[in-house]
T-cell receptor, first 113, second 113 residues
Framework: AQSVTQPDIHITVSEGASLELRCNYSYGATPYLFWYVQSPGQGLQLLLKYFSGDTLVQGIKGFEAEFKRSQSSFNLRKPSVHWSDAAEYFCAVGSFGNEKLTFGTGTRLTIIP | DSGVTQTPKHLITATGQRVTLRCSPRSGDLSVYWYQQSLDQGLQFLIQYYNGEERAKGNILERFSAQQFPDLHSELNLSSLELGDSALYFC????????????FGPGTRLTVT
């Protein structure tokens, strides 16, 4: 069964600092990997996705993520965070032929001035 | 705005009751997914419909059912409600199945008292 682990429940960073959110997945086949962001009271917005090809993927709002098969990881990064990035971030895994998206438990990001 | 609409936004009802949540997918999307988000279970995939037919099933209780109509809108029916059913229910849509981005609606917050 596929699973996703986001080891950090809550992260606090200063505005302008760099950010890395961790995501580890468990899946036997080639995974499809996603990062979603959820602002308070809002639905989920897709930041970026990896299906195949270049293992470094660029997303919206200046985010990027790198797929590392050997480490079963898909960490999300941003070089300089903005106060508006404060939200909950979810990593998710799926695969071709398996319609079920499995989500991690989320990482809540707090930005301090 | 993802283009996915969900009604109602909030719903408060009593235990034992039955409710219907409605979702309209983005124009052109054939797949509709339902998810439940709760504090103790996180984000859980419930069920997927593709062009009117059930495609995949997740952790959906027998008290819950869904359908997708010819105009592609979908309804999630929750019956014999229990306190533990209180959660945010999200609908997402995609062009087809896995391999395509899922766009999430704003959610329906269900409170069972």
């Amino acid at each position: 069964a596929q699973s996703v682990t986001q080891p950090d429940i809550h992260i606090t960073v200063s505005e302008g600092a760099s950010l890395e959110l961790r995501c580890n997945y468990s899946y036997g086949a080639t995974p499809y990997l996603f990062w979603y962001v959820q602002s308070p009271g809002q639905g989920l917005q897709l930041l970026l996705k990896y299906f195949s090809g270049d293992t470094l993927v660029q997303g919206i709002k200046g985010f990027e993520a790198e797929f590392k098969r050997s480490q079963s990881s898909f960490n999300l990064r941003k070089p300089s965070v903005h106060w508006s990035d404060a939200a909950e971030y979810f990593c998710a895994v799926g695969s071709f032929g398996n319609e079920k998206l499995t989500f991690g438990t989320g990482t809540r990001l707090t930005i301090i001035p | 705005d993802s283009g996915v609409t969900q009604t109602p936004k909030h719903l408060i009802t009593a235990t034992g009751q039955r409710v219907t949540l409605r979702c309209s997918p983005r124009s052109g999307d054939l797949s509709v997914y339902w998810y439940q988000q709760s504090l103790d279970q996180g984000l859980q995939f419930l069920i997927q419909y593709y062009n009117g037919e059930e495609r995949a099933k997740g952790n959906i209780l027998e008290r819950f059912s869904a359908q997708q109509f010819p105009d592609l809108h979908s309804e999630l029916n929750l019956s014999s409600l229990e306190l533990g059913d209180s959660a945010l229910y999200f609908c997402a849509s995609s062009v087809a199945g896995m391999g395509y981005e899922q766009y999430f609606g704003p959610g329906t917050r269900l409170t069972v008292t």
